[in-house]
């Protein structure tokens, strides 16, 4: 299973098309989020998720794993998990899904200096802090930039994407620092999607109505975010992360802010500027950087 293969035309294939169903998911949320709640959407999806990815480990054979020494991790992921989750509806609910792109998928940024601190190994290198010097600028730069947008975005809306990032490094860093390792990497997405629905459908409670304005279109798009995204796409995460290198996956970190910027333009309109564009390439050229070995 741990087997690592030189990264081949199938890998390359399925990765970039992973990026691209994760730029497309940003669309789906932002539309979503016109028929229902966006926090009681993320915990419907969580809820939805859990029972797909039960169903599949029952179907390979899988037994689901509690076991000893791992709840608190488990716990841990899945509120993390919640916070991301919470963080990023809230986004694309109050800014736009290119601002959402540039921010959101500045996670490597923020792994990058955890890791520095936390996980041996990860050290930066002056090619690598050079990275995370134009990303956090263009970040920056995204956040404090506000010319040009109308009512189009908010700030909160952009802080609320930062969160979602910081959020998503966290849930990228407990595997790696406690024993939740030792599980599957379909019980550590069960975990994330069982401690996570509860926590956001109690919180959606203080964010008014569950339905907007609610059409049958809403539902399939729920259906969407449920099958392909949360579980399958999540899946094949996974299963890629199982073949191949780390350091080769992440080398397509970069393609992420890049789609959901050109997601964003081609499926809503949403206006793309030659600032917003100058911000897209300081995150994206220090994503490269960061993910640069010797």
Same mark, same amino acid.
């Given at each position: ?63 689901? !794993? ?6 608190? @991790?488990? %716990? =841990?992921?899945? *509120?993390?998990?919640? +916070?991301?989750? &919470? ?57 404090? !930039? ?6 189009? @975005?908010? %700030? =909160?809306?952009? *802080?609320?994407?930062? +969160?979602?990032? &910081? ?67 999540? %899946? ?59």
């Amino acid at each position: 299973m741990n087997h690592r293969d030189d990264m081949d035309r199938f890998g390359t294939a399925a990765l970039i098309a992973i990026m691209v169903v994760l730029a497309l998911n940003q669309v789906v949320i932002k539309l979503t989020n016109d028929g229902l709640q966006p926090v009681f959407a993320a915990g419907l999806r969580s809820a939805g998720a859990v029972v797909v990815i039960w169903g599949w480990m029952r179907l390979r054979g899988q037994r689901l !794993d509690f076991r000893p020494g791992t709840l608190p @991790a488990g %716990l =841990l992921i899945g *509120l993390i998990f919640a +916070v991301e989750f &919470l963080a990023l509806f809230i986004a694309l609910d109050l800014t736009t899904v290119t601002r959402v792109s540039v921010i959101f998928y500045s996670m490597p940024v923020w792994m990058a200096v955890a890791a520095h601190f936390l996980l041996p190994g990860e050290r930066l290198t002056p090619l690598r802090s050079l990275g995370l010097a134009l990303a956090f600028a263009g970040v920056v730069w995204a956040i404090v !930039d506000r010319t040009g947008l109308g009512g189009d @975005a908010s %700030l =909160l809306g952009d *802080l609320a994407a930062l +969160v979602g990032a &910081l959020g998503w490094m966290g849930v990228s860093l407990v595997p790696r620092l406690t024993r939740i390792r030792e599980v599957t990497p379909e019980m550590q997405m069960f975990w994330q999607l069982l401690v996570s629905a509860p926590l956001l459908i109690a919180v959606s409670f203080a964010f008014g109505p569950f339905l907007r304005d609610f059409v049958p279109v809403t539902a399939w798009m729920m259906l969407f975010q449920i099958v392909v995204v949360a579980s399958g796409t999540f %899946l094949a995460w996974f299963w890629l992360l199982s073949r191949y290198k780390a350091s080769q996956i992440a080398a397509f970190a970069f393609l992420s802010p890049v789609f959901g910027v050109v997601m964003g333009w081609l499926w809503l309109g949403e206006t793309v500027t030659p600032a917003l564009i100058a911000k897209l390439a300081l995150v994206t050229l220090g994503i490269v950087l960061i993910n640069r070995r010797a």
